[in-house]
């Protein structure tokens, strides 16, 4: 298993909602409760983008794509962070991956596609 674990990825109509969920099971509590986590996308031939961002005090940042349609959450207590997608638009299809960063450390998921 790696440091982040990617799930709820799937094919979903236009308009339509997913949950991403990333996990941390070889993270101890402390250290992800102090991690900046976030989720980027990636299309094919293209730079992977950042979609939204949660600091260890709950503050977050969204990219102006997913603004009023994402919601970066997290919970520190089961080391896992949240992506909810409504309005769901083709244009974000994508890979989307869970990042860290812990003590100026990167750390990335494997990633978990969303098709429509």
């Known amino acids: 298993q790696g440091p982040l674990v990617e799930s709820g990825g799937g094919l979903v109509q236009p308009g339509g909602s997913l949950r991403l969920s990333c996990a941390a099971p070889?993270?101890?509590?402390?250290?992800?409760?102090?991690?900046?986590m976030a989720w980027y996308r990636q299309v094919p031939g293209k730079e992977r983008d950042l979609v939204a961002i949660?600091?260890?005090?709950?503050?977050?940042n969204y990219a102006d794509s997913v603004k009023g349609r994402f919601t970066i959450s997290r919970d520190n207590s089961r080391k896992r962070v949240y992506l909810q997608m409504n309005d769901l638009a083709p244009e974000d299809t994508a890979v989307y991956y869970c990042?860290?960063?812990?003590?100026?450390?990167?750390?990335w998921g494997q990633g978990t596609q969303v098709n429509h």
């Open positions: 949660i600091t260890s005090a709950g503050t977050t």
């Open positions: 070889r993270m101890i509590f402390s250290t992800f409760s102090i991690s900046i």
């Open positions: 990042y860290r960063n812990y003590s100026g450390r990167d750390t």
